[in-house]
């Protein structure tokens, strides 16, 4: 549509219409559109709610089967490390990898292993004398 300037008629009439009074909305228009208002921003604040649980759950979702999954592998670890082989058992698969290992030289390498795996493995720090209990002079 083109943008032509209007008659000066219907200018005249254009400008009576601007200026002349115009009827007020009825108070249920008011009251209608505040209801609608009020109903969206509820309606929204439920949606928002419910996201916010949501990632709340997925949070702990994934929080939990993270820990399950350390503590199976924690129990993995404890499981394999209780069932060491005992010294012959070693003694016998090093002789077995290595032929030309004497049965004495054999027996000596599982049971050093052994000392050194028991070593290796951590102390509570209660079993440890504090230095104020050293017997040092």
Do not use: Y
């Amino acid at each position: 549509m083109e943008n032509r300037p209007l008659p000066p008629e219907l200018q005249r009439l254009e400008r009576l219409l601007a200026c002349g009074p115009r009827p007020e909305p009825s108070g249920a228009l008011r009251q209608r559109v505040l209801g609608g208002v009020r109903s969206e921003l509820r309606s929204k604040r439920i949606v928002l709610k419910w996201r916010v649980a949501a990632a709340v759950a997925a949070t702990l979702l994934v929080g939990l089967s993270l820990s399950l999954g350390a503590l199976q592998a924690a129990g993995f670890a404890r499981q394999q490390r209780d069932v060491s082989p005992n010294v012959d058992e070693v003694a016998l698969r090093l002789r077995q990898l290595s032929p030309g290992l004497s049965q004495e030289e054999s027996l000596r390498q599982a049971v050093l292993r052994d000392i050194a795996a028991e070593s290796s493995r951590q102390i509570p720090p209660g079993d440890f004398p504090s230095p104020r209990e050293s017997h040092d002079p």
